[in-house]
């Protein structure tokens, strides 16, 4: 079982839309959880940080169920520019360091 | 700019030939990290450093791979005897350290590494 699993997509949603993803992880002891947003050919950027008592930031909304180990991310009226891979990552402290994992990533398709 | 930088953006090699890239991180961060990304997947996490100090490999590292830090500034990523295995986005990120399990990675644009 992969460390960080997500569901690949494309989610294919019209502008305007309502569109949720999820990310689950293996590991209990993770600690931090974060959404990163990638766009074709550029490098992941961090979007926000994720808690278990959520975090909104404008139109999107992040929040993490440890009981279920897993994390998500709403995003509300989506705009063409929201059109962008989104990856989990995990941070696990382990063996004295930091260990940030990542998730193979959701791919978001906004179309007109 | 004061964000993190790589150098080259893209490289085209042959098999076999050595290859080596270059990242300069965010000045105020002690923490370099390279990681590797194929077409679909999330980077992988190949190496940290903390200051100058190699601090962990992962084990996609072969002996083919060697990373350096000198005096805790650049980085510089060494692949010797190049496979079309290699190919991929060679990335590098800077760190904001949080704590303990927790810190912000703040990336560089990569280099497309193309082995023909």
């Known amino acids: 079982r992969k460390e960080v699993e997500q569901d690949p997509g494309p989610f294919n949603v019209p502008e305007g839309a309502t569109v949720a993803f999820n990310c689950t992880y293996s590991?209990?002891?993770?600690?931090?959880f974060f959404w990163y947003r990638q766009d074709c050919r550029k490098e992941p950027k961090l979007l926000m940080s994720?808690?278990?008592s959520g975090n909104e930031d404008g139109r999107f909304t992040a929040q993490l169920n440890r009981a279920s180990q897993y994390i998500s991310l709403l995003i509300r009226d989506s705009k063409l520019s929201d059109s962008a891979t989104y990856l989990c990552?995990?941070?696990?402290?382990?063996?004295?360091?930091?260990?940030?994992?990542f998730g193979a990533g959701t791919r978001l398709a906004v179309h007109p | 700019d004061t964000g993190v930088s790589q150098d080259p953006r893209h490289k085209i090699t042959k098999r076999g030939q050595n290859v080596t890239f270059r990242c300069d991180p965010i000045?105020?961060?002690?923490?370099l990290y390279w990681y590797r990304q194929t077409l679909g997947q999330g980077p992988e996490f190949l190496t940290y450093?903390?200051?100058?100090?190699?601090?962990?490999k992962s084990r996609l590292l072969s002996d083919r791979f060697s990373a350096e830090r000198p005096k805790g500034s650049f980085s510089t990523l060494e692949i010797q005897r190049t496979e079309q295995g290699d190919s991929a986005m060679y990335l590098c990120?800077?760190?904001?350290?949080?704590?303990?399990?927790?810190?912000?990675?703040?990336f560089g644009s990569g280099t497309q590494l193309s082995v023909l």
């Open positions: 990120a800077s760190s904001l350290y949080l704590g303990q399990g927790n810190e912000k990675l703040f």
């Open positions: 590991n209990s002891a993770s600690q931090s």
């Open positions: 994720v808690y278990s």
């Open positions: 990552v995990v941070i696990l402290f382990s063996g004295g360091y930091n260990k940030l994992i």
């Open positions: 000045s105020e961060h002690n923490r």
């Open positions: 450093f903390q200051n100058e100090a190699q601090l962990e």
